[in-house]
């Protein structure tokens, strides 16, 4: 499908624009310097674009392939903390939640940052177990890619690793000295080049005030972030029942300190996105993994995960009015009693199923609803909701102008014009977009 809401057309254009002008310093959105977001991101758009990839797959497959490669250096970590079988049920689970899945899809920046702020979290586990510092450097090294990929979050992110390993404070030079070689040069180059503009743009608007401000408009109450955790872990949420207090490892306590305060973090914060929390999927997933493989009995929180895939038809049916208007708006409806009857079906068999088998069971059941939305949703996303479409029906391109459209449609339409698009009241032409 074509690039939808506003954020990735608007990205996506950047990045494009970094790839022709060859400037890879400054963020510009149509010209003007836009310092949002800093530029991971778009260095990988950009890089898309120049390996010809076209304008839905420049984007989009950087952040793809960067979602599934973090699942094996994720399950890797995880074996090494506890075993094989953990690790597999943890990776199984964040691959096939329907948080990971969809963000792997789009072109934003939540993937990027939060890939490596959780393999730099998972790295260190090494040394608050034993105190070995050989993988200090890439943990501060992929903590600079995560202040690349989105600002100074992942440093304030990381502050449960510092606490947990405050008694050997002086081996923290490592990972500081690889975190500064990494971000800085980029940070320091943005700020010669454009000077305080960037820095008020950048760090005082959306770091400060996108966390105290309400003038952002995106303010969500406190418990905002409970239903999109626990919906983004679908429809694996039921195994929430089987995580327990961290036992006496070190990667236990670092995965529960990491969600606890990640989730305080953000709950605080005025302005709330469901993209914020993408972070605290891995130690979610970790420690329902781990939960799963120590829990006595597994077959009732199996059994629910499976009777909720029977929701799957109800949720991709409603999924295009979700993302124009709102959860809260979608309109959703009953699933058929087809799907609910199956839903029973499935459930009945997983709760009959030795752990293993079931959680395989109910992966393929998520791959195959995966490429249903695929086959069938996302046509109608595209055809509802991206301006490609839109765009590729006007027969004039030269006689259009922008009437006030929503915002969304005006980022799209942009990114799919061979130029910028003029404002109808500035330029009057005979197609009027709105």
Known sequence: MGLVGPDEPRYAAIGRAMALSGDWITPRLWGAPWFEKPVLSYWMTGLGFRLGLGNELAPRLPVA??????LIAFYRLLMEEFGPRPALYGATILGTSAGWLAY???????VPLTAAFSLAMLLACEWLRTGNTRRLPWVGALLGLGVLAKGLVPLILSAPLLWLGRSRWRDLWRPALALAAVALPWYAACYAVNGRPFFDEFIWKHHFARFFSRSLE?????????????????PWTPLAALIRRPSGDAAS?????????????????VNKLPGYVLTLLPPF??????????ARSTRPWLGAAALLLALAPMIAAALPQAIEHGVRRAGFQAPPLGFLAAGFVLAAIAGSLER???VAMLSAAVAIGVWALTQWTYPVLDAALSARPRWASISQPSDACLDNPHRDLRYGLNYYAPLPLPDCTAAPKPIRIQ
Not at 104 to 110: E, F, G, K, L, R
Not at 218 to 234: A, C, D, E, S
Not at 285 to 294: F, I, N, P, Q, T
């Open 285 to 294: 997933a970790a420690l329902a993994g781990l939960g799963l493989e120590r």
């Open 356 to 358: 293993r088998k079931a």
């Open 104 to 110: 792997s899809h789009i072109a934003v920046m939540d």
């Open 218 to 234: 995106h303010v969500q109450p406190v418990w905002f972030y409970i239903p999109v955790l626990l919906g983004g872990l679908y």
């Open 65 to 70: 392939l960067t979602g599934a490669l973090f």
């Open 253 to 269: 306590r670092l995965l529960w300190a990491w969600l606890v305060f990640g989730f305080v973090f953000w709950s605080v914060s």
